[in-house]
């Protein structure tokens, strides 16, 4: 499944297949960017980051894709669980001065048996 | 053990009243954040203290004043609460200002009535 973020704020998937997120940032001069888990009642937790001197990073399971030609990030989710159901938010890092992560909209996941 | 703790979980308050919610970072990080999530799940940075000083000050009404009494505590005092403050309030830390992966607490739910 895949999600286009802010227009499709809602993901619903298999259990065991793919799950791709979209996120559109803001700015061009952003130089970092992290994915963000959030539960139900809990805090966000980090899942993933990239450098702007990178276009792709992989975790366990997870993979972020970034173009920069578009502003565009994605998060990639191999072989969805149900644990995975959350909101995923991403956020970029605005340079200048002190560090300041913006977040985007967020995405909720639906992960289905 | 828990990383960031925040009190109280909940807090339920009518208009007018001056609350406080009180964080807590056992991670021995020298940066603080406060960000506030609204009812749409926007999670929207509102002041970050770096080492007990204030290096971070969105456009926060100044009924909102954070204290840090030292690197691992940064308390939120809010006067006069409207309703419009109602929403989740987060606390995070991170090791420094210039590390951007941070550490979230399980949030304070404030209802503002």
């Known amino acids: 499944g895949e999600s286009v973020g802010l227009h499709l704020p809602t993901l619903s998937v298999q259990e065991g297949d793919n799950s791709i997120i979209n996120c559109a940032y803001s700015?061009?001069?952003?130089?970092?960017f992290i994915w963000y888990k959030q539960e139900s009642g809990k805090g966000p937790q980090f899942i993933i980051d990239?450098?702007?001197?990178?276009d792709k990073r992989q975790g366990q399971r997870v993979t972020v894709l970034l173009n920069k030609t578009v502003k565009h990030l994605s998060l990639q989710i191999a072989a969805t669980q149900p644990g995975d159901s959350a909101v995923y938010f991403c956020?970029?890092?605005?340079?200048?001065?002190?560090?300041?992560?913006?977040f985007g909209a967020g995405t909720r996941l639906a992960v289905h048996p | 053990d828990t990383a960031v703790s925040q009190t109280p979980k909940y807090l339920v308050t009518q208009m007018g009243n001056d609350k406080s919610i009180k964080c807590e970072q056992n991670l021995g990080h020298d940066t603080m954040y406060w960000y506030k999530q609204d009812s749409k799940k926007f999670l929207k940075i509102m002041f970050s203290?770096?080492?007990?000083?204030?290096?971070i000050n969105e456009t926060v009404p100044n009924r909102f004043s954070p204290k840090s009494p030292d690197k691992a505590h940064l308390n939120l005092h809010i006067n006069s609460l409207e309703l419009g403050d109602s929403a989740v309030y987060f606390c995070?830390?991170?090791?420094?200002?210039?590390?951007?992966?941070?550490?979230f607490g399980p949030g304070t739910r404030l209802t503002v009535t």
């Open positions: 203290y770096n080492n007990k000083e204030l290096i």
């Open positions: 995070a830390s991170s090791q420094d200002h210039s590390d951007l992966e941070q550490y």
């Open positions: 956020a970029e890092n605005f340079p200048g001065g002190y560090n300041k992560l913006i």
């Open positions: 990239i450098r702007s001197n990178m």
């Open positions: 700015n061009s001069a952003s130089d970092y």
